[in-house]
């Protein structure tokens, strides 16, 4: 199961715990019309998504910023119903419009290239993002007839006043191929998790449905503040994970960074060994073919080096890799960084036909060059040293690696070399 697949499915176990509270009778009224429940965790929700929209903002994600505020207005809006009259449309309907509305919107937003947060990009945005609420409104005030035959594919009946329309479920099935295609993969991982708040989202819109315009019912605010709470804890904590993803991973390779290195060898005492790796001839590689093809080369090594050596590995800068090892003996290191090095051997990397232009650095094709599509071969070598009683320090060890990585390629690159302590 992949990283992302792993996460999913955790954040849906967190969204389908309203759903658990809900249907557990008769010990969930008992829970959620507790004190504790109306009284304080009725402030989570808004000091939470307040938090998420600060913390997108800050890290330069504006549509995570827009996209929570319409989640806030939507809180308020449950607990105080009757605060606000939207024409002719009753509470019924307007839910039914924000089930519609609220994944269309968010379409709207994500599709938006990221831009400064007080910009005209930012806030055409926010405006098209309520475009679609506007446009039901007046949809359902002018032409209910064609109002109903949208939402509901067909005549109106009792039982749809109490139900999710159908094109809810259009409009979510958009805003997942949205999230499947979108090409920014530094978004991917928390519109991940927004996606799996869909179901306390619509948990919360189907039980006020079937309840009425009963929000001031004790046990109903409970359960909506039960939910918008999962889904809260759920983007709070996508949105951390993004966050520590930008300070502690190379956004080229994927692979942990410098710092993170840095900081994971100071927490290490005892014996650990450690390797620094180099790609063989990047340079030459480089030159001959452009950055562009160097830049899949590394990621392509990061990504190898991962597949057999786990989340130990780092990129040190330039062609250069670094991969700690916690525990394990001189013979086992040395001897998983001779797998991987064999098996990368064996490997073909396969030429996109793109190259640097060395105009403002543009990536332009090949045109009628018989290497696109070419296969070369990608080799590494690499340096390891072991933390002891000779080596202290994680600089001193970084060092003899370093100088154990210079000997493999003076004897003829490809190679692991050991350092002798």
């Known amino acids: 199961m992949s990283e992302k697949a792993k996460w999913a499915c955790i954040y849906l176990l967190v969204g389908f715990v309203p759903l658990f509270f809900y249907f557990l009778p008769p010990l969930s009224p008992e829970i959620v019309s507790h004190r504790a429940i109306t009284d304080f965790l009725i402030f989570a929700p808004y000091v939470g998504l307040t938090l998420i929209a600060i913390l997108g903002w800050q890290i330069n994600q504006t549509r995570v910023f827009w996209s929570t505020l319409l989640l806030l207005a939507f809180y308020y809006y ?14 019924a309907q307007t839910l039914q419009i924000v ?18 947060l007080w910009s005209d990009l930012s806030l055409a945005r926010f405006l098209l993002a309520l475009f679609p609420f506007l446009l039901f409104v007046c949809l359902f005030s002018w032409a209910p007839d064609v109002f109903q035959n949208l939402f509901f594919w067909g005549p109106a009946t009792p039982a749809q006043a109490t139900s999710i329309p159908k094109l809810s479920w259009v409009a979510t099935g958009i805003f997942l191929l949205v999230i499947t295609y979108l090409p920014d993969l530094k978004i991917k991982s928390f519109l991940i ?41 759920v983007l709070l ?25 840095d900081e994971r060898l100071h927490t290490l005492s005892g014996h650990y ?23 899949n080369v590394l990621r392509m090594v990061a990504q190898h080096l991962q597949e057999y050596l786990g ?4 990129r040190y800068g330039g062609e250069e890799f670094c991969v700690i090892f916690e525990g394990p003996t001189q013979e086992s290191a040395v001897e998983m960084m001779e797998k991987a090095r064999t098996s990368m051997e064996k490997r073909k990397f396969t030429l996109r036909g793109k190259r640097s232009s060395n105009y403002d650095g543009i990536s332009i094709p090949f045109k009628k060059d018989k ?14 040293a ?13 060092k003899r690696a370093d100088h154990s990585l210079y000997e493999a390629k003076e004897k003829g690159r490809n190679r692991v070399v050991a350092s002798e302590n």
């Open 371 to 384: 290497r696109r599509g070419k296969k070369v071969n990608i080799t590494f070598s690499a340096g390891v």
């Open 311 to 314: 989340d130990r590995v780092y």
């Open 237 to 261: 904590f996508a949105l951390l994970r993004m966050y520590v993803q930008k300070v502690y991973l190379d956004p080229l390779t994927a692979v942990s960074n410098r710092q993170a290195m």
């Open 78 to 91: 449950l607990l105080h119903p009757n605060i606000f009259t939207v024409t002719a449309t009753g509470w």
């Open 273 to 295: 060994a450690l390797a620094m790796v180099d790609i063989d001839h990047f340079k030459k590689f480089n030159d001959t073919y452009g950055h562009s093809e160097g830049d």
């Open 193 to 233: 998790a927004l996606m799996t708040t869909f179901v306390p989202f619509f948990f919360c819109i189907q039980a006020n449905l079937i309840n009425g315009n009963t929000a001031t019912k004790t046990s109903l605010v409970s359960h909506i503040i039960i939910a918008f709470a999962a889904m809260t804890g």
């Open 99 to 116: 089930s519609v509305s609220y994944p269309l919107a968010l379409c709207i937003i994500y599709l938006f290239k990221e831009s400064r």
């Open 386 to 398: 072991f933390a002891g009683k000779n080596l202290k320090t994680p600089e001193e060890v970084i």
